[in-house]
Every structure is written in C-alpha cells, then in structure tokens.
C-alpha cells in the first residue's frame, strides 16, 4: 500500500474511533427485561414489549459465578426481524405495530444510517421522525456536523469517495416505555449493540473495526407507522453491556437478532 492508501486507511480507523467516543458519551446505563419480545407477535396494533423492573437477579452464586447451564444471549432463542415493505429516502419503512415490528425498524434505521453525512441523514431523518418532536432532525444534524468537524471534515458533507462503512447489529434490548396519555405499547425504547467496519481504498478492511458500541433510540407507534422521537428521553433507562455469553446480558434483556432470509 502508498503513502496516500496508507494515510487514507489511517483517517478510516480514526473516524471510527472517533465515532466510538462520540457513542460512548452519549449512553447511559440502567436495565428492564424484555424477553417476551424473542415470542412471535402477529402484526398490527402494538403491544407491551415488556414490564419495568429495578433489577434482575443474578446466577446463583453471586458475581461472577455464572455457570455453563446459565442463559445467555447466545444461548436463547434469537428474535427474527420483520421485513420492510418499502424504503423512502434511504431507510426502510413499513413495519408492523408489533414489538418486532418497533425493533426491527431501529435495527434497519441503524445500519443504513448515514451517520457521517449530514444531507443524506436529513433525509433519513426527517422520514422517520415523529411530527411530535420538531427538534429531533436538527439535533442529530448539529451532532453530525460536530463530529464532522472534530475529524478535520468540512460541516457539512458525506465521507471521502474511496472509504465506506458497514454497520451490523448484533443483538436488541427493547420495553414499552409507559408514556402519559398513550396506550401501553404505543412508545417502546430500543437499544442495540452493533459493530462497524470500514473498508478502505481498494477494498483494503480496517483491521481495527468497532465492536460491541452501543446505542438507544425511542420510538412511537404514530400514523401506522414506527417514528423517532426524543419527546420521552426524560423516560429513558440504562441497559447492562451487552455481551454474548453473559447471564446477566440475557436477564437484562438483552436477544441477538437475525435477519430475515
């Protein structure tokens, strides 16, 4: 590899790390259990993704002392997410009002999320955001454009021609966020653990991708369709890292997910 596909991969890896920064300072932490949400639920009027709660318990044993016939994410069953029925402005569209319904639109929301170019998330953005939340689209504008700027980008723009980037996520944590005057079901809270990868000039991958980052988004059932909306952050809760293997990840709630064949 030149000095120019050197530096090229080189700027890919930092703004991956910056990203990961960006992300991490934006999370909070907390847990409610939503294993009800790994069961099938037919399509149409939402339903309780899952109930509050201020813990879970941990394996017996106390910390630490998770045995191998302990569940684990890896272990149950995985939730299969629910096809798309179109895609406008570049991000999927068309979900159910189901609890598979609400995650699958924010695992879809994520990995096409053009997070680093500010007009084409404007786009995104503005298809999916709730009427109720007029602020939201300029906010995560603004944070783009920060980012942007921390990275030595111009404010405004998408990323350099010959560098892309894969978003995959690999497990969901989501509960009914109890909103005041909704029914219950209506507002669900999603967090998602997902890793990125960039890939580099001639199609060179960056061996140094993010993995295991973390992120929420809330959503509300809203004109038959799932929208984004930060109306209820105040409501918002913490969620244990999530972690495959982990007991304490799957009695948080936490599923892996599968793409539809």
Not at 74 to 99: C, M, N, Q, W
């Amino acid at each position: 590899m030149d000095a120019q596909n050197g530096l090229k991969a080189r700027k890919a890896r930092l703004v991956l790390a910056a990203i990961g920064v960006a992300v991490a300072g934006l999370l909070v932490a907390g847990g409610f259990a939503a294993a009800t949400l790994t069961r099938d639920d037919p399509d149409g009027k939402p339903q309780a993704a899952a109930s509050a709660s201020a813990g879970t318990p941990a394996p017996p044993g106390g910390k630490g002392a998770a045995t191998s016939g302990a569940m684990t994410p890896e272990k149950g069953k995985k939730i299969t997410l629910r096809r798309p029925t179109d895609h406008k402005d570049g991000v999927a569209v068309g979900f159910p009002g189901s609890p598979s319904g609400g995650i699958s639109a924010v695992v879809y929301f994520w990995e096409e999320y053009a997070w680093l170019d500010d007009e084409k998330a404007r786009q995104q953005l503005t298809a999916v955001g709730s009427k109720d939340s007029p602020g939201y689209v300029d906010k995560r504008i603004s944070d783009i454009r920060k980012m942007r700027e921390a990275l030595g980008l111009p404010p405004s723009g998408g990323i350099p021609a010959d560098i892309s980037f894969t978003t995959a996520v690999n497990a969901a944590r989501a509960t009914t966020v109890r909103a005041p005057g909704l029914p219950v079901g209506n507002v669900m809270q999603v967090w998602v653990s997902y890793d990125r990868f960039a890939t580099g000039p001639k199609g060179g991958r960056d061996e140094n991708p993010l993995r295991g980052d973390m992120v929420d988004f809330i959503v509300k059932w809203q004109d038959g369709a799932w929208k984004f909306t930060d109306e209820f952050d105040s409501l918002r809760t913490f969620a244990v890292a999530y972690e495959p293997t982990s007991p304490f990840a799957w009695n948080d709630g936490w599923v892996q997910v599968r793409h539809a064949d």
